[in-house]
């Protein structure tokens, strides 16, 4: 199975300052057909997550331009660029390019 | 509004039986690949099953494989979950999700607890 470890595992920030995770996979996660899968959810405390960024970078319908990815091969990274309250919760980076689909085991993100 | 609405969990004994559903609704259910995900208490996301838009491409995590079983209706616009000799270790909220297309959604998730 292909692991996901992210760093950091809990990232303090202040608000409207930027934030950062990355998230490195064990095998490259670029597909046969070209495509690299992966995504990174938003988790929000008591709530189901929610589907931030597909394909390395490209964010899912209704997400603010806040939230952007980068990476290539087996490193990536989450970047929002004004952290607001709402923002606050565990973030997971998601690879799709080999079966069984794994998780990383979430970042926290709160507020100093 | 788009929905995905899970139902069927509960307490059950180890060894025993569920069937979780899950409703889809404001979007063409047909045309999607649904997965089934779970989440102990306070742990991190696991990914169970998927299934393809017409039913005939499924695919198991080795944890669940033999005892789960994911099938979808998409008359009803449901897709299901039988789970079989169920373990203590299964206990978790199991959400399904789907995306595609620029969309992505996931459920509120119901909740199995595997408890004597």
Not at chain 1, 31 to 53: C, E, F, M, V
Not at chain 2, 31 to 47: E, F, I, T
Not at chain 2, 75 to 93: H, I
Request: charged fraction near 15%.
């Amino acid at each position: 199975d292909i692991v996901m470890t992210q760093t950091p595992l809990s990232s303090p920030v202040t608000l409207g300052q930027p934030a950062s995770i990355s998230c490195n996979s064990s095998q490259s996660l670029v597909h046969s057909d070209g495509n690299t899968y992966l995504s990174w959810l938003q988790q929000r405390p008591g709530q189901p997550p929610r589907l931030l960024i597909y394909k390395i970078s490209n964010r899912f319908s209704g997400v603010p331009d806040r939230f952007s990815g980068s990476g290539a091969g087996t490193d990536f990274t989450l970047k929002i660029s004004r952290v607001e309250p709402e923002d606050v919760g565990v973030y997971y980076c998601m690879q799709a390019a080999q079966f069984p689909l794994t998780f990383g085991r979430g970042t926290k993100v709160e507020i100093k | 509004e788009v929905q995905l609405v899970e139902s069927g969990g509960g307490l059950v004994q180890p060894g025993g039986s569920l069937r979780l559903s899950c409703a889809a609704s404001g979007f063409t259910f047909s045309n999607y690949w649904m997965h089934w995900v779970r989440q102990a208490p306070g742990k991190g996301l696991v990914w169970v099953s998927r299934l393809s838009s017409d039913g005939s491409n499924i695919v198991y995590a080795d944890s669940v494989k033999g005892r789960f079983t994911i099938s979808r209706d998409n008359a009803k616009n449901t897709v299901y979950l039988q789970m079989n000799s169920l373990r203590a270790e299964d206990t978790a909220v199991y959400y399904c999700a789907t995306w595609g297309w620029s969309r992505g959604y996931w459920g509120q998730g119901t909740l199995v607890t595997v408890s004597s």
